[in-house]
Structure formats: structure tokens, C-alpha cells
Nanobody, 123 residues
Framework: QVQLVESGGGLVQAGDSLRLSCAPS????????MGWFRQSPGKEREFVAV????????SYADSVKGRFNISRGNVKNTVYLQMNSLKPEDMGVYYC????????????????WGKGTLVTVSS
């Protein structure tokens, strides 16, 4: 069982940056492929970014490509999402998720989820 804890959300203005963190409660995330997803009111949860267990593979949604960066840290392999040039359409609850067996952009393929952190972007 993997418990994930997201942090770093908040209220920012359009054009600002935020860095989200996803840390494990207990075991390291070194063996897991990790993803960030987001959900806005009235919308389905959507893929944002994914990184493989060894950081060899990353993938981004077209809407965030060039602005967001997913990476892994050294402490328990905490996963980060650096978000630059934020837009109002980036608003939502951002969820960290983990799986084994290869990175996936599908929410239904993820095995473990955090409770989310809220990102609000004012125009």
C-alpha cells in the first residue's frame, strides 16, 4: 500500500509559477511510475504529466507542454510538478498517482492516489 501526500497548491495570478510536491507516507516511490492529474468542477479528471520509475520517460498533456515539468527528487523519490506561466484554465485539484508496470496517461490505470491539492489561478 502506498499513501501519497500532495502539497504546494495555492492561489496565484495568471503567469505565476507553483511547484507541487508528492511525497510518500512510509515507503519510497522509487519503484513506481508516477503521474499528475487534475480535475476542475464539472469536468472529468484529466492527465497532466507522467514520469517513469527511473525518470527515463516523461510525457505531458498538450495543454501544459513547455510550461510544466515533472521530476523526481532524492528524498524517497518525491515527485514534483513545476508549473510555470499558469493560466486560469490550469485551475483545479491536482492529484498525484502511482502505479507499477510502466507509466500511463490513463487515470483508470493508476493504482494509488493522493487526496489532491487545490490550484487556483486568477486572471
Amino acid at each position: 500500500q502506498v499513501q501519497l501526500v500532495e502539497s504546494g497548491g495555492g492561489l496565484v495570478q495568471a503567469g505565476d509559477s507553483l511547484r507541487l510536491s508528492c511525497a510518500p507516507s512510509g515507503r519510497t516511490l522509487s519503484n513506481y511510475d508516477m503521474g499528475w492529474f487534475r480535475q476542475s468542477p464539472g469536468k472529468e479528471r484529466e492527465f497532466v504529466a507522467v514520469i517513469s520509475w527511473n525518470s527515463a520517460i516523461t510525457s505531458y498533456a498538450d495543454s501544459v507542454k513547455g510550461r510544466f515539468n515533472i521530476s523526481r527528487g532524492n528524498v524517497k523519490n518525491t515527485v514534483y510538478l513545476q508549473m510555470n506561466s499558469l493560466k486560469p484554465e490550469d485551475m483545479g485539484v491536482y492529484y498525484c498517482a502511482a502505479r507499477t508496470g510502466g507509466p500511463s496517461t490513463s487515470a483508470s490505470a493508476m493504482h494509488y492516489w493522493g487526496k489532491g491539492t487545490l490550484v487556483t489561478v486568477s486572471s
